[in-house]
Nanobody
Framework: QVQLVESGGGLLPAGGSLRLSCVASGRTSSNYAMGWFRQAPGKERDFVASISRNGERTFYADSVKGRFTISRDNAENTVNLQMNSLKPEDTAVYYC????????????????????WGKGTLVTVSS
């Protein structure tokens, strides 16, 4: 079991930046590929960014590519999402998720494939 707790959400104007953090506790987070997903009101939960167990591979949704950066620190059991040039359409609850992975370089983008979830942190971008 691993527990995930997100932080860093907030309200900010379009064009601003925000850094989300996810702290993992329980079993060592280095056994997991990690990802960020988001869910806007009335919509399904969507993939945002993924990072492999060893942190060497990353993958992004087209909508955030070039603006968001995912990173991890296995020694600190944290995963971060740096979000720049935020847009109103980025408004959503952002969730951190973990996937047990036997592959050091595996990436996962399907919310249904993830094994553990945090409770989310709300990001609101005003126009």
């Amino acid at each position: 079991q691993v527990q995930l707790v997100e932080s860093g959400g907030g309200l900010l104007p379009a064009g601003g930046s925000l850094r989300l953090s996810c702290v993992a506790s329980g079993r060592t987070s280095s056994n997991y590929a990690m990802g960020w997903f988001r869910q806007a009101p009335g919509k399904e939960r969507d993939f945002v960014a993924s990072i492999s167990r060893n942190g060497e591979r990353t993958f992004y949704a087209d909508s955030v590519k070039g603006r968001f950066t995912i990173s991890r620190d296995n020694a600190e059991n944290t995963v971060n999402l740096q979000m720049n040039s935020l847009k109103p359409e980025d408004t959503a609850v952002y969730y951190c998720a973990a996937k047990v992975s036997v592959y050091y370089s595996g990436l996962y983008t399907d919310p249904g494939a993830m094994d553990y979830w945090g409770k989310g942190t709300l990001v609101t971008v005003s126009s």
